[in-house]
């Protein structure tokens, strides 16, 4: 159990990082800790080339040594660590942790790789960091409980910046004071806010956590200091962003519970939020013996968790972006087209008369009773999916957990068909194979920025 320090918890958790080595860690969260790294670097290909992180690459940025994925450009570190992180969280097609309810991986990974790569770290110091700040990002989740992603935190920036620092601390082997410091000024940075959803300052959101995560390790490793106890300080991170609400005892797990492996994480087989995942894929069982009959449909009524529900206000998406948080064109995109896809993204789809037809026969239910709530912590974003036809005939389906989630866990067959379909724009068939090779021996590499060189050459 991890000995908490009474006056400074910055300190308790800095002490952890600075001991922790990727020999500590269980195989099990090595192992998730490589499908995470795996599914991001795929979603960041395919992110490069949207058109929403075309926007945000015209944001200045330095000229470095760090290679921006998918472009063959290079930044400094903290501008890499930006754009990679735009780009893999652009599509919403990166993972999901609980504990917290955050997008870990699409701002920890751009942090860590950026910085692995500027001091020249091999694949095991790449994963050692993010599995120590995917820990500590996801402790401290556990710990503020639900409560901030409620009161309207988009946790995956605000919590975001906590890990980007921790990696990047890790990388940069600074002492125990130092990861305090940094952690500190990350804390009086609580970036996002879950009204930006449906827009296109979400992706850039996610890339600013990023490239803060690496500018406050190097602030701390430049002397800058923050107040001792920020945390539990009467106006400090907890009350102030959280109004006071904070388990310790998730703390004193931190390093004997890996939450890597308990919530574990879930990763997408479809674009958009996760809260649609459940949905789509019941849509889609019921649609393999209805879709000639889909212009018959009269009533589509879909209950799922109130969790759910909060994540998706768009009932008439006007632009991809919004769509991503639809839970009426997840459905009716499942129901005219099949698997919802990339492809998909995009203002043809929103202006095909028949989806938006079908979007006004859809009714999203906020239901409290759909999972017991014993089990909604392994249930989060259920749904269960009733479609009602004009002669009466009525089909319905209900899934508590969609394929990729903890407790349905996609194989790794299914995530690699993932990550070529996502790297297909960018990499040649080859390239492709030589990266999902080397990703999944990534901590035999003995250069992390081997991770790179297909992106660069591309």
Known sequence: MLEADQMDLETTIARWVHRFSIDQAPAGAIGAATLCIADVMGVAH?????????????????QGGCTVIGTGATADAPSAAYLNAVASHVLDFDDTSYAGIVHGSAVILPAVLAVAEEIGANGRQLLEAFICAAEVEYTLGLALTETLYARGHWTTATLGILGATVGACKLYGLGVEEVANAIRLSMNIPLGLRATHGSTGKPFLCGMAARLGVEMALAAKAGIAGSTNTTHHAFGFINTVNGGRFHEDAIAGLGTRFALISPGIAFKLYPLCSATQAAIEATLMIATTLRPRVADIVRIRCRTTPLAASCLPYLEPTAPSEAQFSMTFAIACALLYGPVSINHLNMETLRDERLRVLMTHIEMIADAELVDPRERADYPEGASVEITLANGERYSETILAAEGMPQKPASIDTLCTKFKDCTAQVLEASGREALWDRL???????????????????
């Open 440 to 458: 999944m021996s990534i901590a035999s590499l003995p250069e992390a920025r081997d991770l790179l060189r297909p992106a660069a050459h591309a």
């Open 46 to 62: 395919a992110g490069s080339r949207t058109e929403t992180y075309g926007l945000c690459s015209r944001t200045g940025f330095h």
